[in-house]
């Protein structure tokens, strides 16, 4: 289907009632049109100047400032597509938000950033929910799907140092700050030398820690850090090649449920096929290998010239084993790339890493840093 916004046509239009939100009514239509013999079915949105009521969508999303952010992101790619839209965003305080003084890894469970959203979304109280894609998890509850994922912003790490230390320059014995296993690990790995220590918090939170001097330096998303427009923070840029990204960093999530036929038809202008392959074949590799927080694992998929690149690492909490492996293929095997690199890791001996690491955990979790 493909949604217009006109009414600039002769055909017939059957109004029914949108029923999306238990308390809302909205119009739209379904419109057959017949051109030189071919025939198809157009969602119509009513536009606000016939007089008729403003379409409605409910954004749920949580309430830290980059999530808001990111919400008016989506809002803003919403208004262009469609002028007349009425836009509201609610507020969700997740697990995630309510349990800031321990580390992610010791807290067990699935979605931290996302389940009250999406139980929020599956009950009918929001139309779709704007998520960071690093924080949802591989697996969704039945009845949901990501619909839509914006182009993505730069995936790549960044070292904030009020010194002006890069990571290969900062004095041995520094502090670094990061709530991230997979950061932590090659933190080690690269530096063994450097004193890495939990750092919780959102992340004018984060900032606000180093630059007082708790911390030398933190690593932190560059996504989140330009989003919010603070760029002139970030003193160096970390080589995704080398130091890899969280799966699905830097990239906004919007989820619907399945069903729901009149907000993924809404969204669909928003989705960027690029991004969404890349993410596809990330999550394809984390899903494979049951990964979640608990576990160092870190992927970032390149799109070059029609062709993906994916790159994947697991290491040691320590980060003294650490393995790395890589994949290319086309656009149409995206998950199936993942898959593949998943496997071609295991074989390679993260296998007995990850044993080892769930075998010491209390209990098996799967949930996103």
């Keep these: 289907m493909r949604i217009i916004r006109s009414f600039q046509v002769y055909v017939y239009f059957r109004l029914q009632e949108w029923r999306g939100q238990r308390s809302r009514k909205q119009p739209y239509g379904f419109i057959r049109v017949r051109v030189f013999g071919l025939q198809g079915h157009f969602l119509c949105i009513l536009p606000l100047n016939r007089g008729v009521?403003?379409?409605?969508?409910?954004?749920?999303?949580?309430?830290?400032?980059?999530?808001?952010?990111?919400?008016?992101?989506?809002?803003?790619?919403?208004?262009?597509?469609?002028?007349?839209?009425?836009?509201?965003?609610?507020?969700?305080?997740?697990?995630?938000?309510?349990?800031?003084?321990?580390?992610?890894?010791?807290?067990?469970?699935?979605?931290?950033?996302?389940?009250?959203?999406?139980?929020?979304?599956?009950?009918?109280?929001?139309?779709?929910?704007?998520?960071?894609?690093?924080?949802?998890?591989?697996?969704?509850?039945?009845?949901?799907?990501?619909?839509?994922?914006?182009?993505?912003?730069?995936?790549?790490?960044?070292?904030?140092c009020p010194g002006g230390y890069d990571l290969a320059t900062l004095p041995r014995g520094a502090v670094v700050g990061t709530s991230s296993l997979r950061r932590a690990s090659q933190i080690r790995h690269r530096r063994p030398d450097l004193q890495v220590q939990v750092l919780r918090g959102n992340l004018d939170t984060r900032l606000r820690k180093v630059m007082s001097g708790q911390y030398d330096a933190v690593i932190l998303a560059a996504a989140g850090i330009r989003r919010m427009g603070w760029d002139e923070a970030i003193t160096a840029y970390l080589d995704p090649e080398e130091f890899l990204p969280a799966v699905g960093q830097g990239a906004i999530g919007i989820e619907a449920r399945s069903n729901d036929e009149i907000t993924r038809e809404i969204l669909r202008p928003l989705h960027d096929e690029a991004t969404a392959r890349a993410v596809e074949a990330e999550r394809s590799f984390l899903r494979t290998l049951e990964g979640g927080c608990q576990v160092p694992i870190g992927a970032h998929c390149f799109v070059e010239s029609g062709r993906l690149r994916i790159i994947g690492m697991v290491s040691s909490i320590d980060g003294s084993s650490m393995y790395r492996e890589e994949v290319v293929g086309l656009w149409s095997e995206a998950e199936e790339l993942g898959r593949n690199l998943a496997m071609r890791i295991l074989q390679a001996g993260a296998k007995a890493v990850l044993d080892e690491i769930y075998a010491a955990l209390p209990k098996k979790g799967t949930f996103y840093e």
């Design 53 to 160: 009521e403003v379409e409605r969508i409910v954004l749920g999303t949580r309430g830290s400032k980059l999530a808001l952010k990111q919400t008016e992101i989506v809002k803003n790619l919403l208004v262009k597509h469609y002028p007349g839209l009425r836009i509201e965003v609610v507020t969700i305080k997740t697990t995630g938000d309510r349990i800031t003084d321990v580390p992610l890894a010791r807290i067990g469970g699935k979605g931290l950033f996302v389940k009250e959203i999406e139980e929020a979304l599956l009950e009918g109280r929001i139309d779709a929910a704007v998520h960071s894609m690093k924080d949802v998890p591989s697996v969704l509850p039945e009845g949901l799907e990501i619909v839509a994922i914006p182009p993505r912003e730069d995936p790549r790490d960044v070292i904030v």
